[in-house]
């Protein structure tokens, strides 16, 4: 039984998944399965992952939602390719790509191949990496043709998650004027996942939440190096998780204004815009919210957002670093890093996993000067722990758009999916020195400079 369900049917439509030709079980997220304690394989697995059979006997249903698209409020999208199948241990289940719902606004509800893995791999990525973060449990393959720029095929991937709403589903029925289902909305929120903000200020506490939770997820992109891509108010999650993998991309040569989805030319989405557009989308949320918060209510909690980021983003970030103590310098030491970064276009994980390793680093003419002052600086701690708390935090391993890429196309041209595993089990663990994969935390190879991620998917 959904819990989503339980609302109106304004909010939903019931629907049939639209199963693929041939299916078969690419990979699957053990250690997920494991937590859910979800005891269904083989077969029956494949089954459910590939939209063949319902989810103990839950009806599947698609829900609807508004959004602002590069700026842009579209009055409604919804669910045009996924759908919610059941729920278990309090988290739903959703497939994405088994077919069209009624808000799939004439196009096919598939998703591709070459999408689904790359949503399969950042998710787990994410989540190696502690950053908030919907769940991927199975990767379905298939024969089904999927037409885009080519004919590619059709995959599935089962997402997992408290919860799947959207700034956006608060949006579609704000616009509307129907209040009452945004109250509806936001009462449902409350009693399922923010249980404890109760009393008359209920509403206020809800959305000083949603914030912190947002300011928490952006702090830990931009100290990961994560460029979301499609930032748009349709894929923000209220529950504050990174939703709907699309043209993301990890920072690798420092780059501040690091665009990932070459359908951008604004750059709207580019990598240090995101604090920024996440309090604009919180904005919109709050104009949603305006039947029960008030404009001066909103500002006040708004205007925390900034402080919660900055706590946040700061605490990674001297934990990167290896600094306990707070020093005024420590700014100016951590810039002038960034600085040099950006000026030899040095690859921003590397050099940060090289930090704990400062030997690594003086290797490297341009960090001379500043291993000096960093130097002194650690020299001031004298932290014994220093080492393994930087490890803690600075990945060896990210996904790379070229290591996504190779895995592509060995699983496009070949069927050949063990490029898919060994990424998996790196990203899972990014943080551990993997014995003899040394390779996959090189930078991209001359062959993948050019390599554009698009919406297409
Ligand atoms: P996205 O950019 O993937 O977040 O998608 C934006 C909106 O378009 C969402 O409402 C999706 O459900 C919908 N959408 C994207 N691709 C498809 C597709 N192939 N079929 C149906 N709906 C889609
Ligand atoms: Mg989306």
Redesign the pocket.
């Known amino acids: 039984m959904l819990d989503f369900a339980t609302l109106s049917r304004d909010f939903f439509s019931d629907i049939d998944t639209q199963p693929l030709k041939q299916p078969f079980l690419i990979h699957k997220n053990q250690a997920l399965q494991d937590k859910l304690k979800l005891s269904i394989k083989g077969n029956e697995l494949l089954n459910i992952a590939s939209g063949e059979k319902k989810f103990q006997h839950t009806q599947p249903i698609a829900s609807i939602?508004a959004?602002h698209?590069f700026g842009h409020f579209v009055p409604q999208?919804?669910?045009?390719?996924?759908c919610l199948i059941g729920q278990f241990q309090g988290i739903e289940l959703s497939l994405k790509?088994a077919g069209?719902?009624p808000?799939?606004?004439?196009?096919?509800?598939?998703?591709v191949l070459r999408s689904s893995i790359r949503e399969y791999l950042c998710s787990i990525a994410m989540k190696g990496l502690n950053i908030p973060t919907t769940e991927v449990l199975t990767l379905v393959g298939s024969h089904s043709e999927?037409y885009r720029e080519s004919i590619e095929t059709g995959a599935i991937v089962m997402r997992t998650a408290l919860s799947h709403i959207r700034f956006?589903h608060f949006e579609l029925f704000a616009s509307r004027g129907q209040t009452s289902q945004v109250k509806q909305l936001v009462d449902f929120v409350i009693e399922h996942y923010y249980q404890h903000c109760q009393g008359e200020n209920q509403y206020v506490d809800f959305f000083n939440e949603v914030v912190q939770k947002m300011a928490i997820m952006i702090a830990h992109w931009q100290a990961q190096g994560f460029a979301h891509g499609?930032m748009?108010t349709?894929?923000m999650s209220i529950l504050g998780l990174t939703i709907?993998y699309?043209p993301f991309g990890f920072l690798e040569a420092y780059n501040p204004q690091f665009i990932c989805n070459h359908s951008d030319h604004e750059g709207r989405y580019a990598f240090n815009q995101q604090p920024n557009v996440a309090l604009w989308n919180l904005s919109r949320l709050a104009d949603s919210l305006s039947g029960l918060i008030n404009a001066k209510q909103a500002k006040s909690v708004l205007d925390k957002y900034q402080n919660y980021l900055v706590e946040s983003y700061s605490a990674l970030m001297r934990q990167k670093f290896g600094l306990c103590e707070k020093d005024k310098q420590d700014n100016v030491l951590i810039t002038q890093f960034f600085d040099i970064l950006y000026q030899h276009k040095k690859d921003y994980t590397n050099s940060l996993r090289q930090l704990s390793d400062v030997d690594k680093l003086t290797i490297d003419i341009d960090f001379n000067d500043w291993i000096e002052l960093y130097d002194k600086r650690i020299s001031q701690e004298n932290n014994r722990n220093r080492i393994s708390m930087m490890n803690s935090v600075n990945p060896n391993y990210i996904l790379r758009n070229y290591l996504a890429e190779v895995a592509i196309r060995k699983a496009e041209d070949n069927k050949d999916y063990t490029e898919i595993k060994i990424l998996f089990d790196l990203l899972s663990k990014p943080f551990e020195v993997h014995q003899d994969m040394e390779s996959y935390t090189y930078e991209a190879p001359d062959w993948a400079q050019g390599l554009a991620v698009s919406?297409s998917?």
Do not use: E, K
Request: aromatic share 6%; net charge negative; proline share 0%.
């Open positions: 939602y959004g698209q999208l919804g669910d045009g390719r996924s790509g069209q719902t808000y799939s606004r004439g196009a096919d509800g598939r998703a999927v956006g499609v748009n349709d894929n709907d699309g919406c998917s």
